[in-house]
């Protein structure tokens, strides 16, 4: 695999996954899923930012002299590389879609009262799909973005 695949996959990913996460929340409610709209907007402020850091690392990389130059293969197996940079994005789109089909399945008006999901529980569902994401990562873009530019230590 390529760094520029790389980047462009993840990208790609992190635009559909910021899309289709704010049009779920910000619909849901209005159209009968069991959320209210405070508690829509809660999702998307715990959700929304990680794919803004991952968008933003690549704004910034792009619109830096490092990206103007030969991109490099990645220096471990193409397979293993692909499966590390698609699979958690993958993984939490699965997770997710699950946790709110649950949610929505066991809150809907025909469920007998007290037996659906807690929406702290879908809020720990979404949690962890978020931290597996988040750990696995942020190290292929920390990798993939990184624009060469070093830190000036104060007072250096």
Not at 14 to 19: D, E, I, K, R
Not at 82 to 93: H, K, N, Q
């Amino acid at each position: 695999m390529v760094a520029d695949e790389a980047r462009k996959w993840l990208l790609s990913a992190s635009l559909v996954m910021t899309a289709g996460v704010f049009v779920f929340f910000l619909v849901a409610p209005a159209v009968g899923y069991p959320l209210t709209f405070g508690q829509a907007r809660g999702f998307l402020e715990i959700i929304i930012p990680v794919f803004l850091g991952y968008l933003g690392s690549g704004s910034h990389f792009i619109f830096s002299n490092r990206s103007q130059r030969p991109s490099p293969k990645i220096d471990v197996s193409s397979e293993l590389a692909a499966l590390m940079i698609r699979g958690p994005v993958i993984v939490f789109a699965v997770m997710c879609a699950c946790a709110i089909a649950v949610f929505g399945f066991s809150n809907r008006i025909e469920a007998p009262i007290g037996s659906g999901m807690s929406i702290d529980m879908l809020a720990g569902f979404l949690s962890a799909a978020l931290g597996l994401l988040a750990v696995t990562t942020n190290v292929a873009i920390s990798y993939l973005f990184a624009t060469g530019e070093k830190r000036v230590k104060a007072g250096a």
